[in-house]
T-cell receptor, first 117, second 115 residues
Framework: AQTVTQSQPEMSVQEAETVTLSCTYD???????LFWYKQPPSRQMILVIR??????QNATENRFSVNFQKAAKSFSLKISDSQLGDTAMYFC??????????????FGKGITLSVRP | DAGVTQSPTHLIKTRGQQVTLRCSPK?????VSWYQQALGQGPQFIFQ???????QRGNFPDRFSGHQFPNYSSELNVNALLLGDSALYLC??????????????FGEGSRLTVL
């Protein structure tokens, strides 16, 4: 079974600053995906960034980037130039590699990020 | 292109009652998953439907059941409601064919309160 751990319950960052959210996971799988999802007060889960385990290069999406350390089973999210709209709950999640018909996400408990003006 | 739609958005039930939640997947998607998210927690996988059959199931009792229709929409049924069933229920869809990138598309959820 897979587990995902997010040990920081809350974080706060000044607008325009950089913040890093931590995540560790445990699995015996060799091929998998890791994700960061954002859940604003509107409740809809929005994909922020995705990393495939076989890729050594860290994923980046505009202001969002990850630090993926496969051996350490660590997957942190860095948000640069934080914006007020980044205020939300952030979830780290794991999925075994496979088809869409066999796609199950295992989530961490989440972290509440507040961006201060 | 409509995304994942869920209904109802909010509902209140009393202990012992039964509830049905509905989900229409994103256009082109044929696989539907359901998640339960308790307040302040991460979502927990309930089950997944593909080709009108339950393919995977999480650690939930038999009171939780589901169905998938030929048009790929899905229902989640919960019988004999308990206070602990109060949560946000999220539906997510994906496609089974082609190159799957791992991305699931989520609806806005149905907030269930059990009194």
């Amino acid at each position: 079974a897979q587990t995902v751990t997010q040990s920081q319950p809350e974080m706060s960052v000044q607008e325009a600053e950089t913040v890093t959210l931590s995540c560790t996971y445990d699995t015996s799988e060799n091929n998998y995906y890791l994700f960061w999802y954002k859940q604003p007060p509107s409740r809809q889960m929005i994909l922020v960034i995705r990393q495939e385990a076989y890729k050594q290069q860290n994923a980046t999406e505009n202001r969002f980037s990850v630090n993926f350390q496969k051996a350490a089973k660590s997957f942190s999210l860095k948000i640069s130039d934080s914006q007020l709209g980044d205020t939300a709950m952030y979830f780290c999640a794991f999925m075994k590699h496979g088809s869409g018909a066999n796609s199950k996400l295992t989530f961490g408990k989440g972290i509440t990020l507040s961006v201060r003006p | 292109d409509a995304g994942v739609t869920q209904s109802p958005t909010h509902l209140i039930k009393t202990r012992g009652q039964q509830v049905t939640l509905r989900c229409s997947p994103k256009s082109g998607h044929d696989t539907v998953s359901w998640y339960q998210q308790a307040l302040g927690q991460g979502p927990q996988f309930i089950f997944q439907y593909y080709e009108e059959e339950e393919r995977q199931r999480g650690n939930f009792p038999d009171r939780f059941s589901g169905h998938q229709f030929p048009n790929y929409s899905s229902e989640l049924n919960v019988n004999a409601l308990l206070l602990g069933d109060s949560a946000l229920y999220l539906c997510a869809s994906s496609f089974s064919t082609g190159w799957f990138t791992g991305e699931l598309f989520f609806g806005e959820g149905s907030r269930l309160t059990v009194l």
